[in-house]
């Protein structure tokens, strides 16, 4: 075994992790984390940073290009949600029916909201672009701790309706789907058990942590707070219907024309089109809010791209393929190691998606060759790869920092609870299927 190329590694995460703690730009950081990796690896330095094939800045480029028009279109969507007032109007009208004397409804509404969204196809890096101003003024209402944002979001968005429940949409379902020659409800009766655990450990857990910040007098600090002067405040904000029509639009292009090629842009494009005819009253200048929204999406793509381009270097070097023969030997069940395997690939890429298509490439064929059924490998693979993907490096946690202007330190705790410790929940039960015969 490559002892020198795993010590390299481990040291690339530590590197990349000691400069988010530093707070430095992952941009930087993610380039100085691989060239430390590749010291200790045999592979030519140069080449595989700045070659033209299977290098940091090819990965990084193929993100980018695949991906930007997704955040372009979706912090343009957001801008206008925001400076037009409907994420105002909508919280409002979500606080009208839940209350202001309970949060936790108010916390459970976003959890099912952002549920909702997923479970119908939005991508997730779209829906905390138009929940989190959504979320901001409910929070500043009922006076709690903006931090706790993250676990309704997170729990809704990115654990059963991306990786268990039968049928999602998600790259997470359709990818090992494609691969495996299986359906988007393949095993079903470990997507739905598991899916109920997920359900119910998410909400005891914000429970718990809302009654403990409740108790600490934990409140909503003004520092979170959107920016507006008196005028602003006292503007007419557009109804409800018309608030949420941009949203009803976007979700229902997707679902109805979901064959059609690209339906995501397209509806996204419509979603802003319409928002930009039912907002104009709202918003003074257009031409400033889409300066801002794609200024703003220029940097989180690239931060995503950063984190998935030195996990998909790391993942690629020799030295990770004797990781992964020592997780082979894992006692019990092979779906097991198979979860736990996947899951390490996506701690390292900062990917779940990345995590499966490595995983389904270089590790899934071993499974088969055990007989492990192709249903159950697909749910299997789904479930581990979330289960350590919330890193300090993540880009969707970074993303998710930069728009609720929360710190790592105020993020991280609650974002890996809520997405990872759910699927370690999830694997137990597979495992445990496993074992009676179930999976």
Same mark, same amino acid.
């Given at each position: 075994?490559?002892?020198?190329?795993?010590?390299?590694?481990?040291?690339?995460?530590?590197?990349?992790?000691?400069?988010?703690?530093?707070?430095?730009?992952?941009?930087?950081?993610?380039?100085?984390?691989?060239?430390?990796?590749?010291?200790?690896?045999?592979?030519?330095?140069?080449?595989?940073?700045?070659?033209?094939?299977?290098?940091?800045?090819?990965?990084?480029?193929?993100?980018?290009?695949?991906?930007?028009?997704?955040?372009?279109?979706?912090?343009?969507?957001?801008?206008?949600?925001?400076?037009?007032?409907?994420?105002?109007?909508?919280?409002?009208?979500?606080?009208?029916?839940?209350?202001?004397?309970?949060?936790?409804?108010?916390?459970?509404?976003?959890?099912?909201?952002?549920?909702?969204?997923?479970?119908?196809?939005?991508?997730?890096?779209?829906?905390?672009?138009?929940?989190?101003?959504?979320?901001?003024?409910?929070?500043?209402?009922?006076?709690?701790?903006?931090?706790?944002?993250?676990?309704?979001?997170?729990?809704?968005?990115?654990?059963?309706?991306?990786?268990?429940?039968?049928?999602?949409?998600?790259?997470?379902?359709?990818?090992?789907?494609?691969?495996?020659?299986?359906?988007?409800?393949?095993?079903?009766? /470990?997507? *739905?058990?598991?899916?109920?655990?997920? @359900? #119910? +450990? $998410?909400?005891?857990?914000?429970? %718990?942590? !809302?009654?403990?910040?409740?108790?600490?007098?934990?409140?909503?600090?003004?520092?979170?707070?959107?920016?507006?002067?008196?005028?602003?405040?006292?503007?007419?904000?557009?109804?409800?219907?018309?608030?949420?029509?941009?949203?009803?639009?976007?979700?229902?292009? /997707?679902? *109805?024309?979901?064959?059609?090629?690209? @339906? #995501? +842009? $397209?509806?996204?494009?419509?979603? %802003?089109? !319409?928002?930009?005819?039912?907002?104009?009253?709202?918003?003074?200048?257009?031409?400033?809010?889409?300066?801002?929204?794609?200024?703003?999406?220029?940097?989180?793509?690239?931060?995503?791209?950063?984190?998935?381009?030195?996990?998909?270097?790391?993942?690629?070097?020799?030295?990770?393929?004797?990781?992964?023969?020592? @997780?082979?030997? $894992?006692?019990?069940?092979?779906?097991?190691? !198979?979860?736990?395997?996947?899951?390490?690939?996506?701690?390292?890429?900062?990917?779940?998606?990345?995590?499966?298509?490595?995983?389904?490439?270089?590790?899934?064929?071993?499974?088969?060759?055990?007989?492990?059924?192709?249903?159950?490998?697909?749910?299997?693979?789904?479930?581990?790869?979330?289960?350590?993907?919330?890193?300090?490096?993540?880009?969707?946690?970074?993303?998710?920092?930069?728009?609720?202007?929360?710190?790592?330190?105020?993020?991280?705790?609650?974002?890996?609870?809520?997405?990872?410790?759910?699927?370690?929940?999830?694997?137990?039960?597979?495992?445990?299927?496993?074992?009676?015969?179930?999976?």
């Amino acid at each position: 075994m490559n002892i020198l190329g795993i010590i390299g590694i481990l040291l690339g995460i530590l590197t990349v992790i000691l400069f988010i703690v530093k707070k430095h730009n992952i941009i930087v950081a993610a380039p100085i984390a691989t060239i430390v990796l590749l010291l200790f690896n045999d592979v030519p330095i140069l080449e595989s940073v700045f070659g033209k094939e299977n290098s940091y800045m090819t990965f990084l480029a193929g993100f980018v290009a695949s991906n930007f028009a997704i955040f372009l279109l979706g912090s343009i969507l957001a801008k206008y949600m925001d400076v037009g007032g409907a994420t105002v109007s909508i919280a409002n009208r979500i606080l009208s029916i839940v209350g202001t004397k309970n949060p936790y409804n108010a916390l459970v509404a976003l959890f099912i909201i952002s549920a909702i969204l997923t479970y119908g196809g939005i991508n997730v890096f779209v829906i905390i672009f138009a929940l989190v101003p959504m979320a901001r003024p409910i929070f500043q209402q009922l006076n709690i701790s903006w931090k706790l944002v993250i676990i309704p979001v997170f729990g809704g968005t990115t654990t059963f309706t991306m990786t268990m429940l039968p049928g999602a949409p998600s790259l997470h379902n359709i990818v090992p789907s494609t691969a495996l020659g299986t359906t988007l409800t393949a095993a079903p009766l /470990i997507g *739905i058990v598991t899916s109920i655990a997920a @359900i #119910i +450990f $998410i909400l005891v857990f914000m429970k %718990i942590v !809302l009654n403990r910040s409740l108790s600490k007098n934990e409140v909503f600090e003004d520092h979170f707070a959107a920016v507006e002067s008196p005028t602003e405040q006292k503007r007419e904000l557009p109804s409800f219907f018309i608030s949420l029509l941009p949203i009803i639009v976007l979700l229902g292009t /997707i679902l *109805i024309f979901s064959k059609v090629n690209y @339906i #995501i +842009f $397209i509806a996204l494009i419509i979603a %802003i089109l !319409l928002s930009a005819v039912l907002f104009r009253k709202q918003i003074k200048n257009q031409k400033e809010l889409l300066s801002d929204g794609a200024n703003e999406s220029v940097g989180s793509t690239i931060t995503t791209g950063s984190t998935i381009a030195f996990g998909s270097i790391a993942t690629g070097v020799p030295a990770f393929k004797g990781i992964f023969s020592l @997780i082979q030997s $894992i006692p019990g069940p092979p779906v097991l190691s !198979l979860m736990v395997g996947t899951g390490l690939i996506g701690g390292i890429t900062a990917s779940a998606v990345g995590a499966i298509g490595i995983s389904i490439a270089n590790f899934v064929p071993y499974y088969l060759e055990l007989g492990l059924d192709p249903e159950t490998i697909h749910r299997a693979v789904a479930i581990g790869s979330v289960s350590l993907s919330i890193v300090p490096y993540s880009g969707f946690l970074l993303i998710f920092n930069r728009i609720t202007g929360l710190s790592m330190k105020e993020s991280f705790k609650n974002g890996f609870i809520s997405v990872c410790v759910t699927h370690w929940v999830a694997m137990a039960i597979v495992v445990i299927m496993a074992v009676m015969g179930l999976a």
